[in-house]
């Protein structure tokens, strides 16, 4: 397991952009396939966006394909999710978390994932 802390989030008005970062104090995620999933209030923890150890392979929601862009600079040690033409329905917690599964990218599930981070909060206003 590596620990990851996430960081960029915050509040932002609809139509406008934010970028997470994810990155692992003292450890590396180059190994590993990171992904970003977000938590709201009664609901369900839902994928939102996965990425191969290379970053050659991305894999999105439908919900965020088109809006969103996950990316990975591993000799930064860090991943980044680029959140542009933000909704209010994308009001979440957002997780980032890295798997073991270097090479794939179609991991939409949570037990995919060995490694979490505590999360950051994302607030987009009408």
């Known amino acids: 397991q590596v620990q990851l802390v996430e960081s960029g989030g915050g509040l932002v008005q609809a139509g406008g952009s934010l970028t997470l970062s994810c990155t692992a104090p003292?450890?590396?995620?180059?190994?590993?396939?990171m992904g970003w999933f977000r938590q709201a209030p009664g609901k369900e923890r839902e994928f939102v966006a996965a990425?191969?150890?290379?970053?050659?392979?991305?894999f999105y929601a439908d919900s965020v394909k088109g809006r969103f862009t996950i990316s990975r600079d591993n000799a930064k040690n860090t991943a980044w999710l680029q959140m542009n033409s933000l909704k209010p329905e994308d009001t979440a917690v957002y997780y980032c978390a890295a798997s073991p599964r270097g090479n794939a990218y179609n991991l939409p599930a949570p037990a995919d994932y060995g490694s979490w981070g505590q999360g950051t909060q994302v607030t987009v206003s009408s």
């Open positions: 003292g450890r590396t995620i180059g190994s590993y396939a």
């Open positions: 990425i191969t150890w290379s970053g050659g392979g991305t």
